[in-house]
């Protein structure tokens, strides 16, 4: 696909998708010169929001469907990472805020809001941040968002109390599903909030992009897991790699229409019951972590799996350790081992790319892969009811 024409890449209604997943690590660049540039700006936000304070700042991570995702896999990084006396750290879909808020937004709590938005104009992301302004005393938001025409960035840049951080303009994805918008959103929270020095944050990205480009160079290999008779797939992982997991699923999910079945999960929690979903036409994918003592657990799973031989293939997708599958692998070149909150940007790459071979492999069209219509880029027929 990423050597294909452009009139051939047309005829399969692909040419968008398979662009703008090949241009990640290009973005993943521009996104730290970005950081870089408004670094002065979002610090003296951020230490105006700790100020006011008085103590750690619920810090929740919010978008609907693949923008929830960047939250769900940042946070379990950012624990370890972040100042636990500064900040609290929780992934809540903006789905879950308007649905429940009584039960997600706490009045007493000062809480900054980060609104992760590929358009901005989803109801349920705008909602989310107009009931967090009535429900909580001391809010202040931070918009990481792709579009600066939409409702987020508009509103944010008039709002006192909210810093917009714009995405390069080519992640706002033109393509039905998100790609380049998830991985640089990802990759701004992990900047914004990890308190690793500047210098290693910028080696972290410029090894994570090259690991990016591998990707691309090894399609072939992608292609080999692809053209087998398959129509299930699984995702696990551990620690961020495991909220990685619902986002490489969705991939799947979305380019082929629901025509392949999937699952995610933990490494560690598959066992118990979700393991019931592998046969003989499963794909099972395990984003191996490089911390030591988690790794053991991610490979304790595969090899269990691979050992029961109950599954089409089973391999493990990340860097060589000094433990590693004894089975099929794709595993990155060289290099330091880098920590799972970046990784996931190289592994996120991968899942993509498999996500929009096995759309071409069935006959379906990764730019618009909702035949019916019923499904849309940007959601539409939410009706937003009044809190009293």
């Known amino acids: 696909m990423y050597q294909l024409a452009q009139a051939e890449l047309e005829k399969l209604g692909a040419s968008i998708t398979t662009r703008e997943i090949k241009q990640e690590p290009q973005l993943w660049e521009e996104t730290l010169q970005i950081y870089r540039d408004h670094l002065s700006a979002l610090t003296d936000f951020l ?156 080696q972290y990205v410029a090894q994570v992009s090259d690991l990016g480009r591998e990707v691309v160079k090894r399609e072939a290999e992608i292609q080999t897991i692809v053209d087998q008779d398959f129509s299930r797939l699984i995702y696990l992982g551990s620690g961020s790699l495991a909220g990685l997991t619902r986002e490489a699923q969705l991939k799947v999910l979305e380019l082929t229409a629901g025509k392949i079945a999937t699952v995610f999960d933990s490494s560690m929690g598959f066992r118990h019951g979700p393991k019931s979903f ?40 990340g860097q060589a350790g000094k433990r590693n599958f004894s089975g099929d692998k794709f595993e990155f070149s060289g290099g330091q081992l880098l920590p799972d909150g970046y990784l996931a940007l190289a592994d996120v790459m991968f899942a993509q790319t498999l996500a929009l071979l096995t759309s071409v492999k069935i006959k379906n069209k990764p730019d618009t892969p909702s035949p019916t219509g019923t499904v849309n880029r940007v959601v539409k027929g939410v009706t937003i009811h009044p809190l009293a």
């Open 47 to 202: 230490t105006a929001v700790k100020a006011q304070a008085n103590g750690p700042v619920r810090v929740v991570f919010t978008g609907a469907g693949t923008s929830q995702y960047v939250g769900d896999t940042v946070v379990p990084y950012l624990r370890r990472n972040s100042a636990s006396s500064e900040y609290r750290f929780e992934s809540l879909g903006s789905t879950d805020i308007v649905s429940a808020p009584e039960e997600t937004l706490l009045s007493d709590e000062p809480t900054l809001l980060v609104s992760f938005a590929r358009s901005g104009n989803s109801p349920e992301s705008v909602a989310a941040v107009k009931l967090a302004e009535q429900k909580v005393k001391n809010i202040h938001h931070l918009m990481i968002t792709c579009a600066a025409d939409g409702a987020l960035a508009v509103d944010g840049k008039q709002a006192e109390n909210t810093f917009v951080l714009l995405m390069p303009e080519l992640s706002n994805d033109g393509g039905f599903a998100m790609t380049g918008s998830f991985s640089c959103m990802t990759l701004a929270a992990l900047l914004t909030f990890d308190q690793t020095d500047l210098e290693t944050k910028a």
């Open 278 to 317: 592998v046969n003989e036409s499963t794909l099972v994918f395990d984003f191996v972590n490089n911390d030591e003592y988690t790794r053991d657990y991610d490979l304790d799973v595969m090899e269990e799996i691979k050992g029961d031989q109950i599954a089409l293939q089973t391999v493990t997708v």
